[in-house]
């Protein structure tokens, strides 16, 4: 595996875990339930 191709897989990994964290945090805030994000994230 080249340098590139690393850094690569590590930016995708870093926003699918991201888009992950912005999609728990728009649920909880559309049902309004705060506590509701760390059910989500173990989720």
Sequence with gaps: ITQSQLINSQIIQFFDILGTILRCRD????SGNKEG????MAG
């Excluded at 994000?37 to 989500?40: G, K, Y």
């Design 37 to 40: 994000t760390a059910v989500e």
């Design 27 to 30: 649920i909880c805030r559309r």
